[in-house]
């Protein structure tokens, strides 16, 4: 090779290798960007799923190990069928429908199933997978937990229903102390004092339903008694100088945690018998008999000489039911009721460990 040749050669050869170690470098570049993308996949909080256009999971990250039970190796090769309860199995075929038409769903709210049976609600984002031609070959699910979100939104929903029924029977029960007061008041400043004394009262009653910051009854101590409970409650409605409610049998503690609950209960009751019961009327009375058997504590809550009320088929049943079967849930309490021609007998049965453990 004469010099000429050999000087052009080696020019060429400086002239490639340049363009070489940039291709080098690109693919490096790209292999490290595809690590560090598929580390933020592994490492994500989210469930992150692929899958086939058929609905074959390829692949399942350490989110979606956590929020649906299964690990990547018994999930990957199955359908995502598995995770989606019978009822709900309609809306894969509408999401792959929709993947097929290249169209990207957001914040779809659904609920699936976890490998154990359990259900969760979740919130899902289903975008097209693409291979280098544009040509979509799958999807990609991330699905996130929102079971907290939405029993949060349950509970708001609950406090503003019991926030709106509160309001409605302190208006009901303020209309029934003026009208029961002015019966017995001689003179405008009994009548002022009276009602004065039943409002503070109905406001202590109220209090006690109220938990404080720390979620407790807002009734000071750890602990109180069932009839200083209840006295509480029926204060408001008390008459000067005749017993028109009375509490006889086995006076218990009742823990503070479960105070609420159980004045919430108790509240309901004088709530409705102030609104349509015995104590809506002058001569109406109402006795309480508690009485301890084991580890049961049946009270009896008996309205008389007040006006007929209506049974459940020809009242209607509204929030203030709702609330009375959450709270009796809650606390385990077994409530029947028996109408009668003058008033109401409410009898339950509470395990007693419901309130008076902590």
Known sequence: MSNTDKEQHEGQA????????????????????????????ES?????????????????NKGAERLFGYTADEAIGNPITILIPPDRLDEEPAILARIQ???????????????DGSLVDISLTI?????????????????RDISERKRAAERQDLLLREMHH??????????????????????TSDLAAGVKDRLMALSRAHEMTLPNLNGEAATGGPRTKLFQLLSTILAPYEREGSDRWQLVGDDIDVNGNKITNLALLFHEFATNAAKYGALSVEEGKLDIAAKVTGEVLEIVWLESSGPRQAAPETRSIGFGSRLEHI????????????????????????PRHAISEQ
Do not use: C, Y
């Open 127 to 143: 975008s097209p997978i693409r291979d280098a031609n544009g040509k979509i070959i799958g999807a990609s699910k991330i699905a």
């Open 44 to 60: 994500s909080d989210d469930a992150i799923v692929s899958k086939s256009l058929s609905g074959v999971i390829t692949t399942w």
């Open 166 to 187: 509160r309001v409605k029977n302190l208006f009901a029960i303020t209309s029934s102390i003026i009208t029961l007061a002015a019966k017995t008041a001689k003179t």
């Open 14 to 41: 400086e002239l490639r290798f340049p363009q070489l170690e940039a291709d080098i470098e690109a693919a490096q570049h790209g292999h490290s960007a595809a690590a560090f993308l598929a580390a933020i996949v």
């Open 327 to 350: 709270v009796s849930r809650s606390l385990g309490v077994d409530i029947s009721r028996q109408w009668m021609s003058n008033g109401l007998a409410i009898r339950l049965s509470i």
């Open 101 to 115: 038409a290249g169209e990207r769903v957001d914040h779809f709210e659904t609920i699936r199933r976890r490998k």
